[in-house]
């Protein structure tokens, strides 16, 4: 059964088609990557999906049951979390206290919330930061940050935002590794990303956006030698941009 | 935990011994600095720890004025009930004007022109309204009665704008310490990011404006059988909507002991304006509060509780390894 099922989702702004009739299915327990060249709607469809935008036509159905009309904190409560392509960590805030806020979402008291802030804090090796206040963080390590809150959250399915962008190589390596024990511990995964090594480590499965249009679908090392996308994304010269991509 | 028991109990002591031992114009200054830090604090909830500026926290306070002062005139209801009334009222305008402005997403400066309009409504509302007293206002007999909510003297104001300032800051130390006040503080740094986090912002907002509302009528009612005198012109005033979030702002908004300070310290501000400068060219006196306020707002722009505890724990940091 999917966990995730999406539907002819569209949505316009003004005369720009952002997303035009996507569908797909996501089952529980997979990782789906959703790649495509800037400007393809990959973020817009994430907003349709977690409620921030609601769809001109379509559906989002979550664990069997429709997602119209529900605001994104509705939605986080379901068990669907998002996080942000420009990281938003709570500026004034401790690492930890941004991380109890998400925590917090299934516990009535504070003091649980810390206990699994703190837990959540030693998975994601953020344990050192958090006394730090959420301004004086890191790229990677708001990055790392923005990964703790949604997972404190306990989700079902995780939404990610290119969460590798502007990570170097040796940091890109270890958040995949991260991914990957979240993973393990039964979470579905839908993540945009631009970074060709995670989505190739990552993904089961990938969807391409072009346009507002999936172009093609598929196991990441189909895809890629698929003709469409390598025009559509990947440029005349496939190597040469997952070069770029990664470097 | 000792030591702070301690000293609570010594802050305590101090305070219930102090209205006794310093002259008149002093206890007047005390009142004033509790009265203040009291309002500061209510309008702390929204505004300090939800980072929702209501420049319109005059309407409230009327509310309680009025509520109490009308219902004791006219129907003989102790203004300790009609206060409790008043709270209520507010509280209910608060969620009006919260659902139209939260539930069509007006944020930042169109927030705070919402309430200043509505408070703007409710002093013409006021000025016309005969059972209000309408531009010449309601003049409240003196009958000295504890149950009428009136005195002999300075003494029992002290306690009861004390006592007042303590309930709003045990409550404002209680939603800090909870759920609620993280997901207020959480809404004040990220709307967005907290939706996204499982944060009803809708509901926390409205929440925060309701209690912060509820706490400010009874300020009003103090103010009523304080002065006696109720005019739209004075108590519904934009000056008088910024005389109750200036302090806050300025000790710090979003922390208990920042409106305590700030009151403390702007009261000291206009004392020390008015007893040395109020003498020779007119208006001087405002004047220099005024410079004096914008060097505390220009160099201290966290508010001065913040920046005193960040100076307190920086050579502690500094020993650190």
């Given at each position: 059964m999917s966990l995730l099922r999406v539907a002819g989702l569209s949505k316009s702004f003004g005369g720009l088609r952002a997303v035009q009739r996507v569908s797909f299915d996501l089952a529980e327990g997979e990782i789906l990557g959703l790649i495509g060249p800037n400007g393809a709607g990959k973020t817009t469809l994430f907003h349709l999906i977690s409620g921030f935008l609601q769809p001109d036509e379509g559906s989002v159905r979550y664990a069997g049951e429709s997602l119209a009309g529900l605001r994104p904190h509705q939605i986080c409560q379901r068990g669907m979390v998002r996080t942000f392509q420009i990281a938003r960590p709570f500026l004034h805030l401790t690492v930890l206290e941004n991380v109890v806020v998400g925590a917090l979402r299934r516990v009535a008291h504070r003091r649980e919330a810390v206990r699994i802030a703190e837990e959540v804090l030693g998975l994601t090796g953020l344990q050192e930061k958090a006394g730090s206040l959420g301004q004086r963080l890191t790229l990677p390590d708001r990055k790392r940050l923005e990964l703790a809150r949604a997972l404190a959250t306990r989700p079902r399915l995780l939404l990610l935002d290119e969460l590798m962008a502007g990570l170097t190589p040796t940091e890109t390596e270890r958040l995949i590794d991260l991914i990957r024990a979240i993973h393990g511990r039964g979470v579905t995964i839908l993540l945009i990303e631009h970074v060709m090594r995670a989505v190739m480590a990552l993904s089961q499965r990938v969807l391409v956006l072009n346009y507002g249009q999936l172009i093609a679908q598929g196991r990441p090392e189909q895809v890629v030698r698929d003709p469409k996308v390598i025009e559509a994304y990947l440029g005349q010269d496939s190597a040469g941009a997952e070069a770029d991509a990664s470097g | 935990m000792k030591r702070r028991v301690v000293l609570g109990i010594a802050v305590a002591a101090a305070l219930a011994v102090l209205p006794f031992r310093v002259p008149s114009n002093w206890q007047n200054l005390l009142i004033s600095t509790f009265y203040y830090a009291y309002l500061g604090q209510a309008w702390n909830i929204l505004g300090g720890y939800a980072g929702q500026l209501s420049l319109g926290h005059a309407a409230f306070f009327a509310i309680g004025a009025y509520t109490s002062a009308v219902l004791a005139i006219h129907?003989?209801?102790s203004p300790w009930l009609g206060m409790v009334a008043g709270a209520l009222l507010a509280a209910l305008l608060s969620l009006g004007i919260g659902y139209l402005g939260f539930r069509f997403g007006l944020r930042g400066f169109y927030f705070i022109l919402l309430t200043l309009a509505v408070a703007e409504i409710c002093r013409l509302v006021a000025l016309h309204l005969p059972i209000l007293g309408g531009y010449t206002g309601l003049f409240i007999n003196f009958t000295p009665d504890p149950w009428q909510f009136q005195f002999q003297g300075k003494i029992p104001y002290y306690f009861i704008a004390l006592g007042f300032l303590g309930v709003a800051s045990g409550i404002a130390w209680l939603i800090q310490r909870s759920k609620l006040g993280t997901y207020l503080v959480a809404i004040r740094e990220d709307e967005d990011a907290s939706e996204a986090l499982g944060v009803d912002t809708f509901r926390y907002k409205m929440v925060a404006y309701a209690v912060s509302a509820a706490l400010t009528a009874p300020g009003g009612t103090f103010y009523a059988y304080f002065q006696f005198y109720l005019q739209p012109n004075t108590v519904l005033n934009i000056n008088h909507s910024v005389d109750i979030m200036i302090r806050p702002i300025v000790g710090g908004s979003g922390t208990i002991l920042g409106p305590v300070l700030g009151s403390l310290l702007l009261e000291l501000l206009g004392e020390f304006s008015r007893t040395?400068?109020?003498?020779?060219?007119?208006?001087l006196n405002v004047v220099i509060y005024g410079i004096l306020l914008i060097v505390v707002v220009l160099f201290l722009p966290r508010g001065v509780y913040p920046t005193l505890t960040h100076l307190m724990r920086r050579p502690a940091a500094g020993r650190r390894p």
């Open positions: - | 129907l003989g209801i040395y400068f109020a003498a020779g060219v007119a208006g």
